[in-house]
């Protein structure tokens, strides 16, 4: 039997290459595409993405470089432009009190112009400049010194990486949400090109925008067939800012959506080269029955749920709450009209003198913040510079409207942040019969989830990228998903039954029209499903025999004062409950339940989340988990740990007995040359070195990062990934058995990447496979699967500072090498020629 550090030592040079082999046993099968750091010759810190739709070319912003990957071709090296900052003007830049890592040119902007050309803006060593980019040639254009043809993008593209940002082109014309000093303290709702006269912006004031961080923007053009009024085109804004409508000590955050039309030119003299049009309202996105709200917008998608129809949009938007402790995410969707039902009601005014919000009376004609149409026209206005003065001092003092936009939740997920969100609609001719959502973590994977209806269920987890690598971009394109990390990118099929595996995940996915075909395979179907539960009744025609709500019995074998945490996915706004044994050893972490086991906790526990039901008015009862725990066998413990104990000494004595045959020969050694010397022979010196005598010292001799605490005893969830630790299995394997999630693959991480906060996107990403680092650790997940009558024998052993994983056989064997090893240390340490200062640890500097 080989020894656990033999193992081990085998299995480190195998983790270093583990991330490339997940992809390839991840992907392989669908015949996607995962591009990394080699592929991109390490350029790093990708943002910005902008696909031509017609020839499936993907233009990627990164720091100090242009990227064009042909996404029907990607396996061809992409094209590259490097677009940098010269030295003299990134000295500069960190004299002004800015790092290293911020006074490089992150490409922030990329826009079609129409004319064959890239708008390229960039952050310049925190002096945005702006270019053009040649598509046909892949070049920047050059001014007449053969340099680039730049011009200054203030206004246009964020001074500093980090900071939150949006643009939008809309019939060639720029409209941007970003800060427009070096300090970071202004910001700015503009149209940033056009005519000089043309390009306005909001009002300097705190009632227009409190500290916003702007999400996302979209351009909705009127279509001509469905627009007999005229109305005048419109682009929204969304963003989440500090509410001054809320009188509380604690700053309050709330998204907004804001609008503007695309004809406004200003005031002539009130509101000069502002906003005459400039209206915003709030985003509740708030499940009722719990009254837990989702105040933070972190990412917007838009769509079409009627193609070619621009009344149809729908605006999908991803929130996270100011409230919760732990991680959480929410998705809530908002119609077009309803946001343009709010921006017609009423308008919110604060009162000076007692500072309480009313409703303000009266409101002049034509009303504020109305876009020009041919109603308008009609009466005379027909540009924004001929508005009355008190119209344009009523919205300038009165931009926040009285109504909110308002939304239940779709999907709720807790232990999760959801990063970036993109939206495929499924169905037929007459209507969409649901959706699928495609969520990227910030662990580097891509989530879906079908809804359908207010029911909303999880069908794979994917892992695409290392466990440091933020998903933050995911575009659409001919039925795939092109995904985004600061170092990689992702090709994968997105749409299709054929997504979809085995027999469990195509039933969670038979609310899309999808079904298990007695050939082995998910096909759609036009079969509209029969009354009652169509998953339920879909799951129980797999070979697992159980329905989504009625999963079996997962038996698990524990020991006394083990803590561990039953999870129960939870993807119902409405809360979960757990039937249990009369006991107080519990403790309810969102849906999961952490259980120390005692004699009295022993028993069956039942996880029921509430979802809505058949008619989508009263939430009806789902059984999510149930697990049965049991005290293991103690006399095969018993004989085991006794096995383990006489391996233990029988190594120490052997270790004990080398080690003592070693220090003998050593010292005789010592003696010989001592006697040699007296004699007065001279010898070539051998003597080992202060250096030499550090490499021979032990691990236990450079200080080392603490072990990891286990998650036996800690009641982490099952999905986390911590410092990058390698889980052997996932929790979508449990998901499977709970009718919640059916990937089946393995997680992965081997390579260490470590943020730096200062740089572009907090992302600035260095990869590291150094085997002997104390960041590379082996952390143990407690799952439904793995546990099979052996959760009592699991333990966590650690030898030369690295986490392991092992029978109690194997941690005696550890433990006697371990021993073995301090013990000859110890003898060696006792000779003078091995007394030498400890060494430093790695990345540690002297005080002295």
């Not at 933050?472 to 998903?481: C, D, E, K, T, V």
């Not at 074998?557 to 803590?563: A, N």
């Not at 999870?567 to 999961?592: F, G, K, M």
């Not at 929790?731 to 990447?753: A, P």
Request: net charge negative; hydrophobic share 35%.
């Amino acid at each position: 039997m080989m020894l656990p550090g033999g193992a081990m030592l085998i299995l480190l040079p195998m983790l270093c290459l583990l991330p490339g082999a997940s992809w390839a046993a991840t992907l392989g099968g669908l015949g996607d595409t995962i591009l990394g750091p080699k592929e991109f010759r390490d350029v790093a810190n990708f943002s910005t993405f902008l696909l031509d739709q017609s020839s499936g070319m993907l233009y990627l912003g990164a720091k100090d470089a242009i990227l064009a990957v042909d996404t029907n071709k990607p396996n061809q090296p992409p094209q590259m432009i490097v677009w940098d900052v010269p030295v003299d003007k990134r000295k500069s830049c960190v004299a002004k009190g800015k790092t290293e890592a911020d006074c490089n040119n992150y490409i922030r902007l990329l826009e079609f112009l129409g004319d064959g050309r890239i708008y390229v803006c960039g952050t310049y060593a925190f002096d945005p400049q702006c270019a053009f980019l040649e598509r046909s040639s892949f070049t920047l254009e050059k001014s007449e010194d053969g340099g680039v043809k730049m011009e200054t993008g203030k206004g246009k593209c964020p001074f500093e990486p980090s900071q939150h940002y949006t643009a939008v082109m809309a019939g060639g014309t720029l409209y941007t949400a970003a800060t427009s000093n070096f300090l970071g303290t202004l910001f700015d709702i503009s149209r940033a090109t056009g005519p000089e006269q043309e390009r306005i912006r909001t009002e300097r004031s705190i009632n227009w925008l409190s500290d916003p961080e702007f999400v996302s923007s979209a351009f909705i053009e009127q279509s001509a067939d469905s627009n007999p009024t005229g109305d005048d085109d419109k682009i929204y804004f969304f963003f989440t800012e500090v509410a001054k409508e809320y009188d509380l000590y604690t700053k309050v955050k709330v998204p907004r959506v804001a609008r503007v039309c695309k004809s406004d030119v200003g005031g002539m003299k009130t509101l000069q080269r502002r906003w005459t049009t400039f209206l915003k309202a709030e985003l509740v996105c708030e499940d009722k029955p719990s009254g837990q709200r989702y105040n933070i917008l972190t990412d917007v998608f838009t769509t079409q749920h009627t193609p070619g129809d621009p009344s149809s949009t729908h605006f999908y938007g991803l929130f996270t709450s100011q409230w919760q402790r732990e991680e959480v995410s929410a998705v809530c969707v908002f119609s077009l009209s309803d946001i343009s039902k709010v921006m017609d009601g009423p308008f919110k005014e604060l009162k000076k003198t007692c500072e309480n919000w009313i409703n303000p009376e009266p409101v002049p004609t034509p009303r504020p913040g109305q876009c020009l149409n041919n109603a308008l026209k009609a009466e005379g206005f027909e540009s924004s510079l001929k508005l009355p003065d008190k119209v344009l001092t009523f919205v300038r003092d009165h931009p926040l409207m009285e109504n909110s936009v308002t939304a239940a939740p779709l999907l709720v997920r807790k232990g999760i942040t959801y990063t970036k969100l993109a939206v495929t609609q499924t169905g037929s001719e007459e209507g969409p019969r649901g959706a699928v959502l495609h969520l990227g973590t910030d662990r580097g994977e891509l989530h879906r989830v079908a809804v359908v209806g207010q029911n909303a269920t999880l069908l794979q987890e994917i892992p695409l990228f290392s466990s440091q690598e933020p998903v933050n971009n995911i575009l659409l394109h001919q039925g795939r998903a092109l995904v985004g990390s600061p170092l990689s990118l992702a090709r994968i099929q997105a749409e299709g039954c054929a997504l979809y595996p085995s027999c469990e995940v195509c039933a969670r996915a038979r609310g899309l029209g999808c079904v298990w075909t007695t050939e082995g395979a998910c096909r759609p179907t036009t079969e509209e499903p029969g009354p009652g539960d169509m998953i339920d009744d879909a799951l129980r025609k797999c070979d697992i025999q159980e329905g989504r709500c009625t999963p079996s019995i997962r038996e698990m074998q524990v020991s006394k004062g083990l803590r561990l945490l039953l999870p129960c996915i939870q993807l119902s706004p409405r809360p979960c409950s757990w039937e249990h044994p009369p006991h107080r050893h519990t403790r309810q972490h969102h849906s999961d339940l952490e259980v120390t086991v005692t004699e009295d906790s022993l028993g069956v526990y039942i996880c029921t989340c509430q979802e809505a039901g058949p008619g989508f008015r009263e939430p009806t009862p789902c059984r999510r988990a149930a697990y049965q725990l049991t005290l293991k066998d103690p006399t095969s413990g018993g004989a085991v740990a006794t096995a383990g104990g006489r391996h233990v000494l029988a190594i120490y004595i052997l270790f004990f007995c080398g080690g003592l045959a070693f220090g003998v020969f050593l010292i005789c050694f010592v003696n010989r040359r001592h006697s040699i010397a007296r004699q007065g022979h001279h010898l070539p010196d051998n003597s080992l070195s202060s250096e030499k005598g550090r490499d021979l010292l032990g691990s236990s001799a450079t200080p080392q990062s603490p072990s990891s605490a286990s998650l036996l005893s800690e009641g982490f969830r099952l999905t986390e990934k911590r410092n990058g630790t390698a889980t052997t299995t996932t929790s979508t394997t449990l998901l499977s058995s709970q009718g919640n999630g059916g990937h089946h693959g393995n997680s992965y991480s081997g390579t260490l990447i470590h943020n730096n906060p200062s740089n572009g996107h907090g992302n600035s990403l260095y990869a590291n496979c150094n085997t002997s680092s104390s960041e590379l650790k082996f952390t143990e997940i407690l799952a439904a699967d793995m546990l099979d009558g052996r959760t009592g024998e699991r333990e966590k052993g650690n030898l030369n500072g690295v986490e392991r994983e092992g029978d109690d056989v194997d941690e005696g064997l550890g433990d006697g090498v371990e021993q073995g090893i301090k013990g000859l240390e110890d003898e060696l340490a006792s000779f003078p020629m091995f007394k030498s200062p400890a060494p430093l640890a790695k990345c540690e500097e002297s005080s002295i």
